[in-house]
């Protein structure tokens, strides 16, 4: 069950979708503020950072998509992206800045409750139970206390689900994840969910890892990790 200290903020600037969207939240446990605009958002953000955000991507000034941008530059509270339209391109851009989820309108908002218990159960204990822990492997090394990933001396910057998958990958080394169980451990889900937002996450941490990345996609499974090039490799 929500504690009453779980704020989540609902930008939103269809009234009717947003009060609906609060509604449910407040049935479920949580308490919500609404705010119409980017700016107004990102002032909200900016006075006290909620638990989690549910960001419309179509917004009358700034566009979700700059709005979680803009948030990831000095935070990493989950998001969840709305979009209207059923467009790859719209939620593979919202993942690439940051989101964490998306959903697409209309949606069932016990959908859209269940997605925001999942991602904040992902973003709570469970996570702090690994902040002491340490994964190197070949040229990488990941620290799970302070959510850094090095290659080499060099940091990487990765957005919080894209560290959550690499940790998850290094953590079972040596076995195969399928798209399902990565979207049930990386993202919480308990239910079907849409596989493509994994393979989005692991296109960009090839991107950002370049030849360091030792995540290897095993067809019509999933993924795992290749061993590592040095004998270097040490959990701590």
């Known amino acids: 069950m929500a504690t009453a200290t779980q704020t ?16 449910y939240l407040k049935n479920a446990g949580y308490a919500v ?25 179509m917004l009358p000034d700034i566009d979700g998509i700059e709005v979680c941008r803009r948030i990831r530059k000095t ?27 998306y959903l697409t309108k209309p949606f069932n908002p016990r959908e859209l409750v269940a997605r925001v218990k999942s991602i904040l159960r992902r973003s709570g204990p469970e996570r702090r139970q690994i902040e002491s822990k340490q994964i190197r492997h070949g040229d990488l090394l990941v620290d799970a206390g302070r ?14 689900k894209e560290f ?7 953590d079972h080394r040596g076995l195969v994840l399928t798209r399902d169980q990565l979207l049930e451990r990386v993202w919480g889900y308990t239910f079907a969910g849409d596989t493509r937002t994994v393979d989005v996450h692991v296109r960009q941490l090839r991107r950002k890892l370049g030849d360091a990345s030792p995540i290897v996609t095993v067809w019509g499974v999933g993924y795992k990790v290749a061993p590592a090039k040095d004998t270097g490799e040490a959990a701590a």
Do not use: C, Y
């Open 8 to 23: 989540v903020l609902v930008v939103e600037d269809e009234s009717s979708i947003a009060s609906f969207v609060a509604l």
């Open 33 to 57: 503020k609404t705010s119409a605009t980017g700016n107004d958002a990102l002032a909200e953000v900016a006075a006290e950072t909620p638990a989690l955000i549910v960001l419309d991507l």
């Open 75 to 101: 935070s990493d509270v989950p998001i969840l992206m709305l979009t209207a339209r059923d467009e790859d391109v719209d939620k593979i851009i919202g993942l690439e800045v940051g989101a964490d989820d």
């Open 147 to 160: 959510r850094e990933v090095h290659v080499g001396d060099e940091e990487v910057q990765l957005a919080p």
């Open 164 to 170: 959550d998958l690499l940790w998850e990958l290094l």
